[in-house]
């Protein structure tokens, strides 16, 4: 690799983190400062708020199993500037609209062709530009997702109380077309390896599980582990609303965490280059499936703020973690396409937690068994990591070298 294109992969990385900071902020959890304006504006219930981040969700579920594989064949800028496009006109849309399924439909859309060709090809095109490394390269790049997890619920309450919701929506909007297009131009393709590196690549690829058999045992994992987490992304603003905060204080305290989540994320992809992607997962899995219940116990703001700290640094290496097994168990000509099948389920996972969050509130009148199952997916999650540890003869065991 030459001294420009070993400087330009650090642009790749940061232009990466940014794009995941807004856009995934937006569709994975954007939508959960809106839950409770929602129901108070249009006497929806929680449940019925919550499926329109389930509708986004689904959609980037399936389109990144579409998109993943075009970005392999026709390059990560083009398909990622499409989808930049597309989710900055879904967010316009919905701030025109007033029916329910009309925001399940634009969000289904925004998931589909705006996140979903933008989630797979930025994480397989981070991990193709490093082949010492990756694990830290790619720790920094899913930062900018939590990065984006936290502060674009935060912001957009802010936005709500501003311009109410219709306003806030259309602001976000016009911000992710602003950002992300001249962000999404700044993506190349790596430089063509080199002989040495195609011989360590292809001994690599040859020691490892196949391919098929890694996807299949992380899909089944990552629908665990986002089942886990994706209820306090989605309902820990609501829970803390329903302690009696203000939405702004309950807002700030999942911002605090997923701030923290940055260091977390960047902390697991250096850990993952230290003792192997396989161990760090389990790590950052463990950690959270023993804290995610205890948020049911907490009454005091203060308490909210520190269980979010502590609890944010470790569930932020679970998604580093399965991001970095997926980069050393598979091959780079087939690595968008796995990341978008496995991503594919673990948006499953997602859609699922944030649904059942809202359906059993509405169901039981508080979050105590939301919780437990989230905590009950995590401890089955562990299972299938532990049982595909066993199995790796290689890569997935130990620190990235090549």
Request: contains cysteine.
């Amino acid at each position: 690799m030459s001294d420009t294109s070993h400087s330009y992969r650090w642009v790749i990385v940061f232009a990466s983190a940014l794009i995941l900071a807004i856009s995934m902020g937006a569709i994975v959890n954007g939508i959960s400062a809106f839950i409770v304006p929602m129901q108070e504006a249009n006497g929806w219930q929680r449940g019925q708020v919550s499926l329109i981040n389930f509708a986004g969700i689904m959609g980037l579920a399936i389109g990144g199993l579409v998109m993943g594989p075009q970005a392999d064949k026709r390059g990560t800028r083009p398909v990622v500037l499409f989808g930049s496009v597309v989710l900055g006109v879904c967010y316009l849309a919905a701030s025109f609209v007033s029916q329910l399924w009309q925001l399940y439909l634009l969000f289904f859309i925004a998931g589909f062709f705006g996140a979903g060709a933008i989630f797979p090809p930025i994480m397989a095109a981070v991990g193709n530009w490093f082949v010492i490394g990756a694990g830290t390269a790619i720790g920094i790049a899913s930062a900018g997702q939590a990065l984006g997890q936290g502060g674009v619920p935060f912001g957009s309450s802010f936005l709500i109380s501003a311009l109410g919701i219709d306003g806030a929506l259309r602001t976000t909007g016009l911000i992710m077309l602003a950002t992300l297009v001249p962000l999404a131009l700044l993506l190349r393709q790596p430089p063509a390896a080199d002989a040495s590196q195609r011989d360590a690549e292809a001994a690599e690829e040859k020691a490892a599980l196949p391919t098929n058999i890694v996807v299949f045992r992380l899909s089944v994992a990552i629908v665990l582990c986002c089942t886990c987490m994706s209820v306090p992304l989605m309902h820990l603003v609501p829970l803390i609303q329903d302690r009696g905060f203000a939405p702004e204080e309950a807002s700030s305290v999942i911002f605090v965490m997923l701030l923290v989540a940055i260091a977390g994320r960047l902390a697991f992809g250096w850990l993952a280059d230290m003792i192997g992607a396989l161990p760090a997962y389990m790590t950052a899995t463990a950690w959270m499936t023993l804290m995610v219940f205890g948020f049911t116990y907490i009454e005091s703001l203060q308490g909210f703020y520190i269980y979010a700290v502590i609890y944010g640094f470790g569930y932020a290496g679970v998604m580093t973690g399965v991001l970095i097994t997926i980069r050393v168990l598979t091959p780079p000509s087939r690595r968008a396409a796995a990341f978008g099948t496995v991503s594919m389920f673990g948006w499953f996972g997602h859609a699922i937690g944030g649904y059942l969050g809202g359906g059993l509130f509405d169901l039981t009148g508080d979050y105590t068994a939301a919780y437990g199952v989230a905590a009950l997916a995590g401890v089955l999650n562990l299972f299938v990591v532990a049982g595909l540890y066993r199995k790796s003869p290689g890569p997935g065991r130990l620190a990235i070298q090549f």
